[in-house]
């Protein structure tokens, strides 16, 4: 009969067009980076998290006896899944304070926000601190 492998193969190579076409069309409409409402936003929520922390002074408490790892876990468990952080904390002289890193996640690559925080010690002599908070989404 007929040879039919040559039409096959032009019907194959035009879905295959068609499926490049449609993948490239798909990843236009979709920005590659996060939009300024959706960076607010993570900044009112890093900001939330460390008031939260800071109810009772049990935040300042916890940079007080440098207790690194109970406040990464605690901004784990108060900060949504999918936000990577890094927490930095300085004293009243702008000197870094933890000498080991408080982040779950590295930021580089991702467009981060930074939220500042002032808390003190509520002792006898009050301490000031800055806390340093970068976010970013890594979904």
Known sequence: MFDRKGQIRIIEAFLAVGVIFSALL???TFPASPDLAKQKSLAQVGMQALM???TNGTLANLVEGQDWTAIK????ILLPIGVAFNL????????????QPI??????GHE????????????QVVQLFL?????????
């Not at 876990?73 to 784990?76: A, K, R, T, W």
């Not at 982040?103 to 580089?108: A, D, E, V, Y």
């Not at 981060?112 to 002792?123: E, F, G, K, P």
Request: glycine content about 0%; hydrophobic content about 35%.
């Open 103 to 108: 982040r779950n996640s590295n930021l580089l």
């Open 88 to 99: 930095t904390v300085y004293d009243e002289n702008r000197q870094q304070v933890n000498l």
């Open 26 to 28: 798909i990843s236009f």
């Open 52 to 54: 939260k922390l800071d």
């Open 131 to 139: 806390l340093r908070l970068q976010l970013a989404w890594t979904t």
């Open 73 to 76: 876990e605690s901004l784990d």
């Open 112 to 123: 981060s926000v930074s939220v500042q925080y002032i808390c003190a010690t509520r002792n």
